[in-house]
């Protein structure tokens, strides 16, 4: 009778226990999505920074040419002129075709949002289906409690609101959710070997693979994770099903990819197509053969990544060799493992021996010499074959010393360790504790939730914004620590409540209905199993009693303390740090609010007041707005790789005003566009840029010296300026009539006089400044029609007129 | 004296895998010849590739690839389906089959778009 009830009992609140973690859940995927929408509530439904109106044109030319030919031409022609940019070879396709399916499905419901709309909300729908995935992944490392813990936790987390708030309609959005899927579904694979989720987890890979380069994440550490399997003696049959197919697709989809892109581009990348592909021959023909023939195809496919010296794909082909290296090297020594395992169960253990040193005797003689012609060609190639980008992962200092532009980003430096706690806030107190608890019981899937903290450590470490990958194994990590918290002192709890009582079944029950009650209901699920053993609880927890009831509840009130202000932090990092659009600056002074939309102001002004073919020249960061707001040609743009090019616009910059015209002339460029924040405060305009230009021109045109532009190694722009500085372009362009705005021309930002005041431009004409001077507009103006008692061989200098040196040697003047 | 004890242990040790491996049943064996002949047909082609040259690279490397994956599933198909692995025991054979199948259908549908 008893039994009776408490299996009817147990299945009652099994079944309560689903709903409420349904309810659970869906709550969580709410908030997911409100906390982000601060930046809607206090600006307005637009698309922020720079990358994500790349991301927005592109999804929306896509979307009305639908695909093909036109498209790709149309884009590439738009972006970094004249040299064109390849859109379907570069750009990341996941995450346009998302929203466009997104924004079609929701048209053929008749539903007609916008496409900015779509863009604009993809984020906070992602990461919401993030939180699911955080909280199916941890379920499988640990137990539903973790899970719905994990959820909620992602569901907040700062560094990943940072790059998923409404409006930020960038790869990562979709990506992290694509990655913790991925993760889900290999672990899922791990734990219960079954083929449907090898087949499932290879297509998410494929979708993270389209999305972001971060992909080559998931392909280092799920191999790194078969390796510490198979060395600490857990291989399984299980492992072999999760990898092998995996690895397999892993390579047809790398292939499919190919021909993915391949459509998209309008240009033949045949060279660059064929050279991947000599790749993954790499890895095919080292799992599939042997010695011979594995020596002789690396030495072609090892000459094109060689001599190949554009990168078609993010990571440049030496990357993609690496990734196939490891993945083969994986994939044979996973299928000689389960070659072993196998002999060993059908033989005896004495003839098992005989055939272990008859193999090792042979093999190792093969090993070593398909491993030293292997070594000596990797040793060959100049950078032991690995691409910029992943070298600066593990060197952090390369980029610095080598690559100026992959310096000058922000987000590839180092992070600070106040960063830290201002993205993952309270999680890094429990990551450690949650990683102790990974450890009882050590399963598979929690050494890879170990493997995968300790490797994103290490990496969020090398790059800012790689703590984005960081934050969803943090919340996990957090996830299992607080479960398990909870756990322990519910456990205490109730065992200290128990002792209370007499040793009389009905009431053992009864003490447990009302401890239930009491208990966080994040645990519901491990409570559940914790009840079905009431007899043992009573005679175990005497030994196990170590902390007082008072104590244990005074824990569980602390823990929910520490949640509480972990909260608070995440909803204050939301609505200020992380929401602002960048494109629409606010203020508050004491007669209210600002707003400074001065850059949305000058792109509609281009697009309404030049002409459809003309040329604007700006520094990089810009690029991207302009031809999304502005609808022009831009010279260089957010993605431009081609260092030449970026540093012949730093030059012109760099330059006094005719040798900047020049060059801009020599591009075709019409307008130039500079950005100054001189009146306002805003701090990062141009001026402040300038020493990149100067570094990046400096590291291509050797004219230009960056001690010249230095007073005392500082850039100046008062009176103690250098000459040089006071004459470039930069200077003119932003300080030009900046005097009569407040008859001393102080410059709010860098807090002092400007060093020249009173100057007129020759070669360029002021043609829009925006209502805060924060944006300033300037036409190339065209060379003079007829120059006074000028011939063309003549050297001598007639009158003041600066045009006489327009008539320059080296320039063909057509009109003279 | 040590190359006829090692060469006898080779001998002993070729006749208990022998009798061990006849002892699987027999719808093993048939996956295994399958897998077998998958991994002779990829080392057909790469020898016919060998001989006439590479071009186009993307058919070799998608001929290749199917045959490998499809003796690598047929691998996974096996363990799935053979009686002696605990843990498997409660998974139904005709489910693995049909996983076998699907895994199949996706590797092939990646391998005819590249083929070209």
């Known amino acids: 009778m008893a039994t009776q009830e408490t299996s009817q009992s147990a299945t009652f609140r099994h079944a309560f226990g689903n709903v409420l973690s349904f309810a659970v859940l869906l709550l969580i995927g709410v908030m997911a999505f409100s906390i982000r929408l601060f930046s809607v509530i206090k600006y307005e439904s637009v698309i922020h920074e720079f990358d994500p109106y790349f991301n927005y044109r592109v999804t929306q030319v896509r979307l009305v040419f639908v695909y093909g030919i036109f498209a790709n031409s149309f884009l590439r022609d738009q972006f970094v002129y004249p040299l064109g940019r390849v859109i379907g070879g570069t750009v990341y396709p996941g995450l346009t075709l998302t929203a466009g399916t997104l924004w079609r499905i929701l048209n053929s419901m008749n539903i007609p949002l916008s496409v900015e709309t779509v863009c604009v909300f993809t984020a906070p729908v992602f990461s919401a289906f993030a939180s699911l995935a955080t909280y199916l992944l941890t379920k499988e490392i640990k137990g539903a409690g973790a899970g719905l813990t994990a959820a909620a936790l992602l569901a907040m987390v700062p560094s990943y609101i940072s790059r998923s708030v409404a409006g930020s309609y960038d790869n990562e959005a979709v990506a992290i959710f694509a990655l913790i899927f991925t993760f889900y579904l290999y672990i899922k694979t791990l734990n219960t070997g079954s083929l449907f989720y090898a087949t499932l987890n290879a297509i998410a890979y494929f979708y993270m693979v389209c999305s972001w380069g971060g992909y080559t994440f998931i392909i280092n550490l799920i191999p790194m994770h078969v390796l510490l ?320 009831l008072e104590t244990s509840v005074i824990a569980v009130f602390l823990l929910v303390l520490l949640g509480a202000f972990y909260v608070v932090h995440c909803v204050w990092a939301a609505a200020e740090a992380y929401s602002a659009p960048s494109i629409v600056l606010t203020s508050r002074s004491h007669d209210g609010l600002h707003v400074f939309d001065d850059f949305r102001e000058a792109y509609a002004w281009l697009s309404h007041n030049t002409e459809v073919d003309d040329k604007v020249a700006s520094w990089w960061d810009y690029g991207y707005q302009t031809t999304a707001m502005a609808n022009r040609t831009v010279i260089v743009d957010n993605n431009t790789w081609n260092n030449t090019h970026i540093a012949t616009v730093g030059t012109a910059m760099s330059s006094p005003e005719k040798a900047a015209w020049d060059i801009f002339n020599s591009l075709d460029v019409k307008y130039v566009l500079v950005v100054f924040g001189g009146l306002v405060g805003y701090p990062s305009d141009d001026i402040n840029k300038f020493l990149w230009m100067v570094r990046i021109g400096g590291g291509v045109f050797p004219h230009i010296k960056e001690p010249d532009y230095l007073r005392d190694g500082q850039y100046r722009i008062d009176s103690q300026a250098t000459p040089t500085m006071l004459n470039c372009l930069m200077y003119k362009l932003s300080y030009f009539r900046f005097v009569e705005t407040d008859g001393r021309g102080f410059d709010r930002v860098r807090n002092t006089e400007i060093g020249k005041k009173h100057f007129k431009l020759t070669h360029f004409e002021e043609v829009f400044t925006t209502h805060h001077w924060m944006v300033r507009i300037y036409k190339l103006k065209s060379p003079r029609n007829r120059i006074r008692g000028k011939t063309k061989k003549s050297k001598s200098k007639s009158g003041t007129s600066t045009s006489s040196k327009r008539s320059g040697t080296r320039k063909k003047n057509p009109w003279q | 004296m040590g190359r006829s004890a090692t060469t006898k242990d080779a001998h002993a040790l070729f006749h208990s895998l022998r009798s061990a491996y006849a002892a699987t049943p027999n719808n093993l064996k048939i996956i295994d010849l399958y897998i077998l002949f998958a991994v002779a047909t990829a080392v057909i082609q790469v020898a016919y590739m060998a001989i006439v040259g590479s071009f186009p690279f993307n058919s070799f490397l998608s001929g290749v690839l199917s045959c490998v994956g499809t003796a690598v599933l047929a691998v996974s198909l096996r363990i799935q389906v053979n009686k002696d692995n605990k843990e498997f025991k409660d998974l139904p054979p005709e489910r693995a089959f049909a996983d076998f199948v699907l895994c199949n259908l996706v590797l092939h549908l990646v391998i005819i778009n590249f083929l070209g």
């Open chain 1, 229 to 548: 399997c198979i060395v600490t003696g857990r291989y399984s049959p299980r492992l072999y099903i999760a990898y092998a197919p995996l690895s397999l697709n892993v390579v047809s989809i790398r292939m499919l990819n190919i021909t993915f892109r391949r459509e998209k581009a309008a240009s033949s990348q045949a060279s660059s197509l064929i050279s991947e592909v000599k790749l993954g021959i790499v890895r095919v023909v080292m799992v599939v053969l042997g010695t011979l023939l594995a020596a002789l195809v690396p030495v072609v496919g090892f000459n094109a990544v060689m001599t190949s010296e554009h990168f078609a794909s993010f990571l440049g082909h030496a990357a993609n060799l690496q990734m196939s290296f490891s993945n083969s090297v994986v994939f044979i020594i996973i299928h000689v493992v389960a070659l072993v395992y196998y002999i060993k169960g059908i033989l005896s253990p004495q003839m098992f021996k005989v055939a272990v040193t008859l193999v090792v005797s042979v093999g190792m003689v093969v090993c070593f010499a398909v491993l030293a012609v292997l070594i000596a060609l990797v040793a060959s190639s100049p950078t032991k074959g690995w691409s910029g980008r992943s070298l600066s992962l593990l060197d952090p200092t390369y980029a610095s010393k080598y690559i100026p532009i992959i310096a000058s980003v922000s987000e590839h430096q180092p992070p600070t360790w106040p960063s830290y706690f201002m993205d993952i806030n309270v999680l890094a107190f429990l990551v450690p504790a949650g990683i102790i608890a990974c450890f009882f019981p050590l399963s598979d899937a929690s050494s890879f939730a170990v493997l995968y903290i300790v490797t994103s450590v290490y990496f969020s470490g090398v790059m800012v914004r790689l703590m984005l990958v960081l934050a969803p194994a943090a919340c996990i990590m957090s996830g299992i620590a607080l479960s398990e918290a909870f756990d322990a002192e519910n456990f205490l709890i109730k065992a200290g409540d128990t002792t209370k009582v007499t040793q009389n079944d009905v009431k053992h029950e009864k003490s447990e209905d009302t401890i239930k009650e009491r208990s966080s209901r994040k645990s519901k699920k491990k409570d559940k199993e914790n009840i079905e053993r009431p007899s043992l609880v009573s005679q175990v927890e005497k030994r196990l009693l170590v902390l007082p």
